[in-house]
């Protein structure tokens, strides 16, 4: 049995992730060069689906120590994260981004590929948290596994995300176990519902970051 949502197990994510999402390096380094601009000093940060704790990491070699939290409803991950973190101040949480009780206090929420799990509802909730997280004129930057909009879309898509999976290094079952979780274990959504989810949370400034093949990261500021 897998101890969290994604296709690996949490000791085997760090070594295996760039094998699934192979431009995974530039969701990380897209997040922090946004952050640059949009939020040069910040003071504090929730990262919600922190996962192993790569992002923390490198947000606290960018921008120094601040306060942070890191979140994520998989016990195995966050005990990664915490020795990644052993030598920072850092508070952990174990809870999914629509199960948290929310204070404005934070200049930066990030949620990099945590949502997609969630079904319509759950995700606007989660969003909303995000939201209710952030001091006013804080930024929210989010990075998620796209579905679109057309059937030849998907498919080109699909193929394409396949073919990188197999360039990156991954086996051909691994591959198409990995392909056949969509629409079954994760649940993406246009770019188009990623914008409005955004807006309805209440978010002023919608924009999206990046875009390549099936992924896809927005930012927002409230
Ligand atoms: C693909 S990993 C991404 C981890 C990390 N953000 C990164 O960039 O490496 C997805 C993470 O989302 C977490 N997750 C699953 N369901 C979630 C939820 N409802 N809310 C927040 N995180 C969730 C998983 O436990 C896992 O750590």
Same mark, same amino acid.
Request: net charge negative; glycine share 6%; proline share 3%.
């Given at each position: 049995m897998r101890d969290n949502k994604t296709s690996q197990a949490a000791s085997e994510y760090d070594a295996n992730v760039h094998k699934t999402l192979?431009? &995974?390096?530039l969701f990380l380094t897209e997040t922090l060069d946004l952050v640059k601009t949009a939020?040069?000093?910040?003071e504090a940060w929730f990262d919600t689906?922190?996962?192993?704790g790569t992002l923390i990491l490198q947000a606290i070699e960018c921008f120094g120590e601040m306060k942070i939290v890191a979140a994520d409803p998989a016990e195995e991950m966050l005990s990664i994260a915490k020795k990644k973190l052993a030598d920072y101040q850092v508070t952990y949480m174990q809870a999914g981004s629509e199960e948290l009780v929310c204070?404005?206090?934070?200049?930066v929420v990030t949620a990099i590929m945590?949502?997609? &799990?969630?079904s319509e509802e759950l995700r606007k909730q989660a969003t909303k948290n995000c939201y209710k997280l952030l001091k006013q004129g804080g930024v929210y930057i989010t990075f998620e596994t796209i579905r679109p909009t057309s059937r030849l879309g998907m498919q080109i898509g699909l193929e394409r995300w396949q073919n990188a999976q197999l360039l990156s290094g991954k086996d051909t079952a691994a591959v198409a176990k990995h392909i056949n979780?969509?629409?079954?274990?994760i649940f993406p959504i246009t770019i188009q519902e990623h914008i409005d989810i955004l807006r309805e949370a209440g978010f002023s400034t919608v924009e999206v970051l990046w875009v390549s093949c099936m992924q896809a990261g927005f930012y927002a500021i409230k």
């Amino acid at each position: 049995m897998r101890d969290n949502k994604t296709s690996q197990a949490a000791s085997e994510y760090d070594a295996n992730v760039h094998k699934t999402l192979p431009r &995974y390096h530039l969701f990380l380094t897209e997040t922090l060069d946004l952050v640059k601009t949009a939020m040069p000093k910040p003071e504090a940060w929730f990262d919600t689906g922190c996962g192993t704790g790569t992002l923390i990491l490198q947000a606290i070699e960018c921008f120094g120590e601040m306060k942070i939290v890191a979140a994520d409803p998989a016990e195995e991950m966050l005990s990664i994260a915490k020795k990644k973190l052993a030598d920072y101040q850092v508070t952990y949480m174990q809870a999914g981004s629509e199960e948290l009780v929310c204070t404005d206090n934070f200049d930066v929420v990030t949620a990099i590929m945590s949502h997609h &799990y969630l079904s319509e509802e759950l995700r606007k909730q989660a969003t909303k948290n995000c939201y209710k997280l952030l001091k006013q004129g804080g930024v929210y930057i989010t990075f998620e596994t796209i579905r679109p909009t057309s059937r030849l879309g998907m498919q080109i898509g699909l193929e394409r995300w396949q073919n990188a999976q197999l360039l990156s290094g991954k086996d051909t079952a691994a591959v198409a176990k990995h392909i056949n979780r969509y629409g079954i274990e994760i649940f993406p959504i246009t770019i188009q519902e990623h914008i409005d989810i955004l807006r309805e949370a209440g978010f002023s400034t919608v924009e999206v970051l990046w875009v390549s093949c099936m992924q896809a990261g927005f930012y927002a500021i409230k």
